[in-house]
């Protein structure tokens, strides 16, 4: 049982480029989420999804654009890459019965 | 709107003494829920506790305790005889969800721990 699985772990991309960060969940979780942490501001919700098909904006969703077409999987899209978008980037989810929310380890992005 | 204060940006103490990490929340919801995550140097997320709103009783797990008083809207964490391994970013959440997937969670901004040696 792998949990929540995040790739890739670092990223460097140079401004305006384009990347997916990937997330696949396999417990079966409706919920699934996208958080980005920057230092001295916590974590903060970009993206959240509650099933296959249905996606909706957190608080910081721009520049960011996120599909959920099956269950597993919710990929982060970066259309064109800003150094504002320099962040960690944690993928989460669960279901209606649990407790907490199981986060994947993250991943490192720097945008130059 | 949901907000969480954690007003200590960081605390430095001295390995074996008591710590206490405050929480402040602020929401409209009558039935919400309050969480406690660590984030060890390793980056990753670790839970800790979940509270909901009609559950005030303090709860205690080894040397960890939680002090939930909706009169000041105050979820604080304390860690008795601290560890060098306590050191990290510990969260305070807020949702009006659960577990805090249907909707997300509401951070606070972080209290760095170190425990000295």
């Known amino acids: 049982n792998a949990g929540v699985t995040q790739t890739p772990k670092f990223q460097v991309l140079k401004t305006g480029q384009s990347m997916t960060l990937q997330c696949a969940q396999d417990?079966?979780?409706?919920?699934m989420s996208w958080y980005r942490q920057d230092p001295g501001m916590g974590l903060r919700l970009i993206h959240y999804?509650?099933?296959?098909?249905?996606?909706d904006q957190g608080e910081v969703p721009n520049g960011y654009n996120v599909s959920r077409s099956t269950t597993e999987d919710f990929p982060l899209r970066l259309l064109s890459a800003a150094p504002s978008q320099t962040s960690v980037y944690f993928c989460?989810?669960?279901?209606?019965?649990?407790?907490?929310?199981?986060f994947g380890s993250g991943t490192q992005l720097s945008v130059l | 709107a949901q907000k969480v204060t954690q007003a200590q940006t960081e605390i430095s103490v001295v390995e074996k003494e008591d710590v206490t990490l405050d929480c402040v929340y602020e929401?409209?919801?009558?039935?919400?829920?309050l969480f406690w995550y660590k984030q060890p140097p390793s980056g990753e997320l670790v839970f800790l506790i979940r509270?909901?709103?009609?559950?005030?009783q303090n709860e205690i797990s080894g040397r960890y305790s939680w002090n939930f008083q909706k009169s000041t809207s105050s979820f604080n964490f304390t860690i008795t005889a601290s560890q060098v391994v306590d050191s990290a970013v510990y969260f305070c959440?807020?949702?009006?969800?659960?577990?805090?997937?249907?909707?997300?969670?509401?951070f606070g901004k972080g209290t760095h721990l170190i425990i000295q040696p």
């Open positions: 959440a807020l949702s009006d969800d659960s577990g805090g997937g249907a909707d997300g969670l509401t």
């Open positions: 417990m079966n979780h409706e919920y």
């Open positions: 929401t409209r919801d009558t039935t919400y829920y």
């Open positions: 989460a989810s669960s279901t209606f019965t649990d407790e907490k929310l199981f």
């Open positions: 999804s509650v099933g296959a098909g249905i996606t």
């Open positions: 509270r909901n709103s009609f559950d005030e």
